[in-house]
């Protein structure tokens, strides 16, 4: 259905995209996933002639329509593109935004521009917000409506760029249900995503973009499982995993506990998978920064240079694992208060199924993997 060959765009003397080669049949769902700044979205804008190519070819249904000459808007009729940032005329009710494109482009009436409207408000589930306005709509409840526009004009191909990245984590979870449907019912479809666990579900194949190009593609469970490349192995572990640096006592508690929570919302881990990490990391962190028998260990470990905070999730073993790391001469994270009732260690040890602490190259590190595995949403 689409065939690129050999496509490059360069800004002045900066190759955005280099060489890149691939292929789309009819159904395929392919999402494409990578590093920011390595060309994904410049890819998917090249597709649809939103962004001229510097070289190369773009075969359509067996035409090409690069570098030959064609009315784009014959390809955007072909290809509809959904993008992040929802692009909704404002001053126009939902139905109005859906029945524009139709009436002015397809030549519809509006009695059946409307008629499809409602049906596809319907698959989105926003029918009830016909009459509303887009300031009055949520972010998730925007997207849907784009999606439902895009479906109005009756592409044969769906792009879509990011579709979630400027939705809070509670409002994912609803665009994703209408794009999983829009994939059952056959619409191929190309995904710019930085939603892994998505990807790997929906996907009939992932391209994997870096340097340019499309440094590795395959089934999401080659992808994911099992990638040849080095740096897409790379990419991937870094994705499952979170970073956090407390300088001192006085660190930002809500800020760090904000970030987990966006880096467990994007890997669909539990409620209760959620509420253990954090508690467990209330508790650790009172013991190095609180308390007499600590011997005013906040203080010290500004000299020991903070500490270093990793939080890795494993699809595979469905293991979730905390790693705190401080510097040389710091003394144990849980050592004992003396007390018999020491409560936050009782409280760690039994949100936890292994705790391991070592020291290794002059630092010292905590290793806890929670009980918790399974996710129970």
Partial sequence: MIKIEHLSKTYGNFAVLKDVNAEIKKGEVISIIGPSGTGKSTFLRCLNLLETPSSGDIYIDGENIFPKKVKTSRIRLKMGMVFQSFNLFEHLSVLDNITLGPVKLLKKTKTDAEKKAIELLQVVGLAEKMNAYPNELSGGQKQRV?????????????????????????????????????????????????????????????????????????????????????????????????????????????????????????????????????????????????????DCRGKAIETWGGIDLVLSYSEKNATIEIQLSTGAGAASFLQNTGQEDDLSLLIIQGLTENIEERTEDGKLYLNMILRNGKNNQ
């Fill in 146 to 294: 784009a999606i439902a526009r895009c479906l109005a004009m009756e592409p044969e191909i769906i792009l879509f760029d990011e579709p979630t990245s400027a939705l809070d984590p509670t409002m994912v979870s609803e665009v994703l249900g209408v794009i999983r449907r829009l994939a059952k019912e056959g619409m191929t479809m190309v995904i710019v995503t930085h939603e892994m666990r998505f990807a790997r579900d929906i996907s009939t194949r992932v391209f994997y973009m870096d340097e340019g190009i499309v440094y590795e593609e395959g089934t999401p469970e080659q992808i994911f499982n099992h990638p040849e490349k080095e740096k897409t192995k790379a990419f991937i572990n870094r994705i499952r995993s979170f970073s956090y640096h407390i300088g001192n006592a006085r660190f930002d508690l809500y800020q760090m506990n904000a970030e987990i929570e966006s880096f467990c919302e994007k890997h669909f881990l539990g409620y209760q998978q959620r509420h253990d990490i954090l508690l467990i990391l209330e508790e650790t962190l009172m013991r190095c920064f609180n308390g007499d028998h600590m």
